[in-house]
């Protein structure tokens, strides 16, 4: 009960005015954010409107005073709790550092099993060229691999002043052209219920180990590791990562145990199908440069040392990306969301950072 409404009203409004202002914010700018400070100022000035409008009870004496508590309680509540869709605003450069290398440890399973099935296969073609080296003919797919390694290399080492000629940047482009058909083969064979994708990951895993183990045993693997190392470290694992959308699609399409329709479970794994398949076209890029303009090149034009050690150092990098990229975010995000308390815990989570939505979306999870 309120004796002395006027006092009430003069205490209370500054508030009001607040509460109202912030809303007319987010009622004119659908893609408005706040910081955490303003969340948890947003989260105050709703729950002091509430209790005012319960503290005016039934007076009757300003009805126009509780019709405008009633609207600016209610719009509160739908901003916080609102279920429609949030504009998403793409931003590059985060969704390079953050959301691909999540999205990619969000199913590190999947890519353990793609992992698995290349490395069977490689084993394969390797046992496949040790007992009949005949046998790499019908197993590897571009003739200027099917020759003796030996005389490739001398050929390679020997052509000094036709490193820039023709032949090389078409070899590179088929390379290139294969790698990225196996990519996207590889997601979208995952509608097959992830056999296709198993079977693209083992051919192109007997592809790898037939071709490797011929140049070991031809004594050539310096040359097999300044030629393989600068785009293969990249190449190699963006094939993997296409594999590990592979089976994410296969999972949803076979997840019946979920206990979600199966409208719902693509729903659910379309951003990371996305994400992951737009990541792998970004690797894939890459490798075809460094292929093009830097592994096709042998020594004495570039020593093998160079091109090893520079393969070697991308591989460290893919490495520490992959596996620590955005993982501050969700550090600060989880630690914020914690001391916030449950109900602000996913408005906290969106004020950190770990993905881009307004209050109202963060609000709603």
């Not at 990229?325 to 989570?349: C, E």
Request: contains cysteine; neutral net charge.
């Amino acid at each position: 009960m309120i004796l002395d409404l006027e006092r009430f009203i003069a205490g209370e409004k500054p508030y009001w005015d607040e509460l109202q202002a912030t809303l007319e914010r987010f009622e004119g700018d659908l893609g408005a954010t706040l910081e955490l400070d303003g969340v948890k100022r947003f989260h105050y000035l709703y729950q002091r409107a509430s209790s005012d409008l319960a503290r005016l009870g039934s007076c009757a004496a300003y009805p126009e005073l509780r019709q405008y508590l009633e609207n600016l309680v209610a719009r509160a509540f739908g901003e916080i709790h609102a279920t429609r869709g949030v504009p998403y605003r793409f931003a590059p450069w985060g969704w390079i550092c953050g959301s691909f290398p999540r999205a990619f440890r969000r199913h590190i399973r999947a890519f353990r099993l793609a992992l698995l099935v290349t490395v069977v296969g490689a084993l394969f073609g390797a046992a496949a060229v040790v007992m009949d080296p005949a046998s790499k003919g019908a197993m590897l797919p571009f003739e200027q691999l099917t020759g003796s390694p030996a005389e490739r290399v001398a050929r390679e080492e020997r052509q000094v002043n036709k490193n820039l000629e023709h032949h090389k940047l078409t070899f590179s482009s088929q390379l290139m052209t294969h790698n990225t058909q196996v990519a996207v083969g590889c997601l979208a064979l995952g509608i097959t219920c992830g056999i296709g994708t198993l079977l693209m990951l083992f051919y192109n895993g007997v592809v790898l180990g037939a071709v490797v183990v011929d140049y070991l045993l031809a004594g050539k693997s310096a040359f097999l590791a300044g030629w393989l190392l600068p785009h293969g470290v990249i190449e190699i694992p963006a094939i993997l990562i296409a594999g590990e959308g592979g089976f994410l699609l296969a999972a949803a399409l076979m997840g019946k145990d979920s206990g979600h329709p199966l409208r719902e479970r693509m729903r659910l794994a379309m951003p990371d199908l996305v994400t992951l398949i737009g990541g792998v076209a970004l690797m894939l890029v890459w490798a075809g440069m460094v292929e093009a303009l830097f592994s096709q090149y042998h020594e004495p034009v570039l020593p093998y040392g160079l091109k090893i050690g520079f393969g070697l150092t991308e591989l460290a990098g893919l490495i520490l990306y992959l596996t620590r990229g955005g993982a501050a975010a969700d550090a600060a995000a989880g630690a914020a969301a914690a001391a916030s308390g449950p109900a602000l815990a996913s408005l906290t989570a969106a004020a950190a950072g770990t993905k881009p939505a307004s209050a109202r979306g963060a609000a709603h999870g």
